[in-house]
């Protein structure tokens, strides 16, 4: 059993930068494949990014490749996504998943653990 805090999200200008951060409960995170995804309102959740569970493989939605990275540190139980070049089209709320996996995974169906989402709005 994982459970999963997101934290980080906020209101920013276009241009600028946020850090989300995914805190994982349990001894055995580094275990799990990891990965971020997003939901804007009247559209379905789709995939931002993942990592697998060592951190050393990482893919990126199109939409968010070069602006965007993944990371995670095993040591504390914590996924990252550091969110630069910001757009009003990121605005979203930004849930972070996590399963029993090598990983990455990019498919939502596939990730058993969720966090609540953190909110991230993006003005022009």
């Known amino acids: 059993q994982v459970q999963l805090v997101e934290s980080g999200g906020g209101l920013v200008q276009a241009g600028g930068s946020l850090r989300l951060s995914c805190a994982a409960s349990?001894?055995?995170?580094?275990?799990?494949?990891s990965g971020w995804f997003r939901q804007a309102p009247g559209k379905e959740r789709e995939f931002v990014a993942a990592?697998?569970?060592?951190?050393?493989?990482?893919y990126y939605a199109d939409s968010v490749k070069g602006r965007c990275t993944i990371s995670r540190d095993n040591a504390k139980n914590t996924v990252y996504l550091q969110m630069n070049s910001l757009k009003p089209e990121d605005t979203a709320a930004y849930y972070c998943?996590?399963?029993?996996?090598?990983?990455?995974?990019?498919?939502?169906?596939?990730?058993?653990?969720w966090g609540q989402g953190t909110q991230v709005t993006v003005s022009s």
């Open positions: 349990g001894r055995t995170f580094s275990r799990y494949a």
């Open positions: 998943a996590a399963d029993y996996a090598d990983g990455p995974i990019i498919t939502r169906s596939l990730y058993q653990y």
């Open positions: 990592i697998n569970r060592s951190g050393g493989i990482t």
